[in-house]
């Protein structure tokens, strides 16, 4: 081979080492380009997701905050009714003790007039006015205090139940038994 061949080879291999190195080099330029569009748009991607997340974020603490307030304004509205209801059994236990007591005193006023308008002048002897009497009254006496002691005892049963469940409302209490009495409802 002659220099002049060699020299035309070496030309033709340059040439063509020239040719891909222009064709690598604009492949790196597209490749360049293409992952720079692809980092703009998995960027615009990534702000997307994030807008909607946070948009999700801020309707789920809206709704949080409402059913905050809607369970604040249940649980008032049930302390209120339990509150009343608690008045106006505080004032019908008053009520209730203060008429039987009006009873009782009624009822011994009664017996001791009779007692009374049995005179010892009507018995030949005075046995009945001076014994039977006493221990009759005292008879009846005892079954208006023991009837009067139940009433109490029922009344403040009733009385701590309520306070009870007013508590545990007050409480916020969610175990309120399901067996609340109609006037809790």
Do not use: W
């Not at 492949?27 to 293409?34: G, M, T, Y």
């Not at 309707?59 to 369970?71: G, H, R």
């Amino acid at each position: 081979m002659s220099r002049e061949q060699e020299l035309n080879q070496t030309k033709r291999q340059l040439d063509l080492e020239v040719d891909l190195n222009t064709q690598l080099t604009n492949h790196v330029i597209l490749l360049k380009q293409s992952i720079a569009q692809l980092q703009s748009q998995s960027e615009m991607e990534q702000e997307y997701i994030s807008n909607t997340l946070l948009r999700k974020i801020e309707l789920l603490n809206k709704e949080k905050s409402d059913l905050l307030i809607k369970v604040e304004q249940e649980e008032d509205m049930l302390v209120n009714r339990l509150t009343q209801k608690l008045n106006v059994l505080q004032q019908e236990k008053v009520q209730l003790e203060l008429a039987l007591e009006k009873e009782q005193e009624y009822m011994v006023n009664r017996l001791q007039k009779q007692l009374d308008d049995l005179s010892p002048h009507r018995f030949k002897s005075t046995h009945f006015y001076d014994t039977v009497a006493p221990s009759v009254l005292q008879l009846v006496n005892e079954a208006l205090k023991k009837t009067c002691s139940d009433f109490q005892q029922q009344a403040q049963q009733h009385f701590l139940e309520l306070n009870k469940l007013y508590h545990q409302a007050l409480q916020g209490s969610k175990d309120l038994p399901p067996d609340l009495p109609s006037f809790v409802s």
